[in-house]
């Protein structure tokens, strides 16, 4: 029983294309984020949504686009990829005010051709 | 701003030697501090964590850290490291920058283990 999932594990696309990746967790958590793992293995954080509300946005292109329908998924849409977009994306999830531990989905690997 | 240095890139050790991977960080409030293993192609799971109290924290498969202040460090220890040990590992700082909780990641040490 996946704590974490999301969908698809791996992508490739053209440049120009828009994709979405989903995300959902099971865990009851409040807060739900979208991390950024690069080609050398950085991770950054993108956004987080705090009951469906955006909290963090981090300096991200507008070409990204998170949306969550309820508190217990978050997408990710992306439009007009470039090949920079390449990398593996990473939901998480916590419960705030709780232990703030992350727990992470098994990432979704984009690479952009 | 915070920040988070694995100052090695890439460390190897034989299986059943000690290991001990160096993390420091730079955050002006108490931090909340991370370990995360990552194996190839899967996501990250949690070690260990220290939020207060005991310095020295225990987590899975056998790891632990301990907290100093003095140093800014928060480094992770394995008496007698496994061949499944080899993985990426990262350590990491809980945030708050005002709006929201988040995770500060250094940028990883690569963990080889030698038959």
């Known amino acids: 029983d996946t704590a974490v999932s999301q969908t698809p594990k791996y992508l490739v696309t053209q440049m120009g294309n828009d994709k979405s990746i989903k995300c959902e967790q099971n865990l009851g958590h409040d807060t739900m984020y979208w991390y950024k793992q690069d080609s050398k293995k950085f991770l950054k954080i993108m956004f987080s949504?705090?009951?469906?509300?955006?909290?963090i946005n981090e300096t991200v292109p507008n070409r990204f686009s998170p949306k969550s329908p309820d508190k217990a998924h978050l997408n990710l849409h992306i439009n007009s990829l470039e090949l920079g977009d390449s990398a593996v994306y990473f939901c998480?999830?916590?419960?705030?005010?709780?232990?703030?531990?992350?727990?992470f989905g098994q990432g979704t690997r984009l690479t952009v051709v | 701003a915070q920040s988070v240095t694995q100052p090695d890139i890439h460390i190897t050790v034989s299986e059943g030697a000690s290991l001990e991977l160096r993390c420091n960080y730079s955050?002006?409030?108490?931090?909340?501090l991370f370990w995360y293993v990552q194996s190839p192609g899967q996501g990250l799971q949690l070690l260990l964590k220290?939020?207060?109290?005991?310095?020295l924290v225990q987590g899975i498969k056998g790891f632990e850290a301990e907290f100093k202040r003095s140093q800014s460090s928060f480094n992770l220890r394995k008496p007698s490291v496994h061949w499944s040990d080899a993985a990426e590992y990262f350590c990491a700082v809980d945030t708050n920058n005002n709006a929201g909780n988040m995770l500060t990641f250094g940028g990883g040490t690569r963990l080889m283990v030698k038959p």
């Open positions: 949504y705090n009951n469906k509300e955006l909290i």
């Open positions: 998480a999830s916590s419960q705030e005010l709780d232990s703030y531990e992350a727990f």
């Open positions: 955050y002006g409030a108490t931090p909340y």
């Open positions: 220290y939020f207060s109290g005991d310095t």
